[in-house]
């Protein structure tokens, strides 16, 4: 028996169209053969003659078999083209299209094949039509988890407490990556003039916009700064463009204002030049929440500010601050002089410091700190005021006491001082204070003048040796 392979070798459904081509030739062209065989066995060969009837008879049989040869092979190079176009859109050209030479069984394949082509075609341009738009969907959503980042990091400085400059700086540079911008600015409300002044630009030619003014009745920016108008320069907002363009070197600009307890306090903007250039609403939107964070770190640090000023005691000692030692020393300068009594006032500073720091960290630093204040605060009287006015200083302000009575008890402070740290085994931790005396009239009648001129006497005894008070 053959096998199932072999079978299907044999089968003619198994072979191409050209194989079967040439057995349906065969078919056609045998009919006739086999009657001209006949013809010739009976008429030609035996009586050796080609009668007229005979060669007309195969004549025909040969034109019948090359006339159906044609119309097969017509019918077969037709699907040959179907079968080699499909193939080619299979490979991804579907831009190819079948040409219909007639209205049969053929051209409705091949109309058919059209169809599913375009259909394929409308498919891929809606595809892209998607992929266009999925792009813009992921770089809105890119734009937005960048602002988003920025704004954690410009909440996180302004939690942390950072310094105001370092928190502005930051807005500015992540401000500055919105909507294509080239770069951004910050205008910021100048009390005295009450004008506003670029202090923060980042970004491609920012340097050149450093120290430009705008005020309220500035034809730019005036109803920004009157009312809180967004301000928009692009190509929507020509007129805008134009003015912005010839003052600030920029085409296109986006602004807004940031508001302070009902009062504008700052402007923000970002800045390009590209031509027909549009702002999105959205680019508003996400710059409006920028100017947001900003006025929070402005509030924040005015606040921080005023809580310092409200603030007298020292966090680590428990002394007073400087802000209180300089506001009641003031006050007692000026009692002094209405009621003719002498004020003194005496500043300590712990010897080599700095250096003590370095070598045995900063808790041990604040150890020492808080034992030299305990000292100051037990030897003063009642009437005395003792603070921390810097890191390593300490001062004292001491009502209805000279000169040589505040010297006195400075030098005992100093003993003191000096017997505590002896104890220790390390002579690198064996802290001494040098100290200064200044007295009103004297050597001023402001506390400023005092201030000053203890802090001199201080410098004065370090010179001198250390370990004294001048």
Do not use: W
């Not at 109309?111 to 892209?128: F, G, P, V, Y």
């Not at 407490?161 to 294509?180: F, H, N, R, T």
């Not at 080239?182 to 202090?199: H, N, P, Q, R, T």
């Not at 002394?319 to 003194?344: M, T, V």
Request: hydrophobic residues 45%; charged residues 30%.
């Amino acid at each position: 028996m053959l096998s199932g392979r072999k079978k299907r070798d044999l089968s003619l459904l198994s072979r191409g169209l050209k194989y079967r081509l040439k057995i349906s030739f065969y078919l056609i062209f045998l009919l006739p053969f086999l009657i001209s065989v006949y013809l010739l066995s009976n008429y030609v060969f035996p009586r050796a003659g080609l009668p007229g009837e005979l060669f007309l008879s195969l004549s025909i049989s040969m034109i019948i078999a090359i006339i159906g040869f044609f119309l097969i092979k017509e019918v077969f190079d037709r699907v040959l083209t179907i079968a080699l176009e499909a193939r080619l859109i299979a490979a991804g050209d579907i831009s190819r299209k079948v040409e219909i030479e007639r209205s049969d069984e053929v051209g409705d394949l091949g109309e058919a094949l059209n169809q599913l082509t375009q259909r394929i075609r409308s498919n891929m341009d809606e595809l892209k039509s998607y992929g266009r738009k999925t792009t813009q969907i992921n770089m809105e959503i890119q734009k937005r988890v960048l602002a988003l980042s920025s704004l954690l990091q410009i909440s996180s400085l302004v939690s942390e407490g950072a310094e105001l400059k370092d928190i502005l700086d930051m807005a500015v540079d992540k401000a500055g990556l919105l909507a294509e911008s080239e770069a951004a600015y910050l205008f910021l409300k100048d009390k005295e003039s009450d004008s506003f002044l670029i202090k923060f630009a980042v970004g491609y030619g920012g340097d050149n916009l450093l120290g430009m003014k705008i005020n309220a009745s500035d034809a730019v920016f005036g109803s920004l700064l009157t009312r809180g108008d967004i301000f928009v320069a692009d190509a929507d907002h020509k007129k805008a463009a134009d003015s912005f363009s010839q003052r600030f070197r920029f085409r296109n600009t986006l602004a807004v204002a940031v508001p302070l307890r009902n009062e504008i306090t700052a402007v923000l903007g970002i800045v390009n030049s590209k031509e027909d250039f549009t702002y999105e609403d959205d680019d508003a939107e996400l710059l409006d929440i920028f100017g947001r964070q900003i006025s929070i770190a402005i509030e924040n640090d005015f606040l921080l500010h005023k809580a310092e000023k409200l603030e007298i005691r020292d966090a680590l000692t428990g002394l007073f601050n400087e802000n209180y030692i300089n506001g009641r020393l003031d006050e007692e300068i000026k009692r002094a002089i209405l009621c003719q009594r002498p004020c003194s006032f005496a500043v300590f500073d712990i010897d080599d410091f700095a250096r003590f720091r370095r070598e045995f960290g900063a808790i041990s630093a604040e150890i020492s700190l808080k034992k030299v204040a305990g000292v100051i605060h037990d030897v003063i009287s009642e009437i005395d005021r003792s603070g921390r006015t810097a890191d390593n200083e300490f001062s004292v302000i001491m009502p209805e006491k000279n000169k040589r009575q505040s010297k006195e008890i400075a030098d005992v402070i100093r003993g003191k001082v000096e017997e505590m740290f002896s104890a220790e085994p390390e002579p690198g931790r064996r802290l001494t204070i040098s100290a200064g005396v200044s007295e009103n009239p004297l050597d001023g009648i402001t506390g400023r003048e005092l201030i000053e001129r203890a802090r001199s006497s201080v410098n004065l005894a370090k010179a001198q040796g250390k370990n004294k008070v001048v």
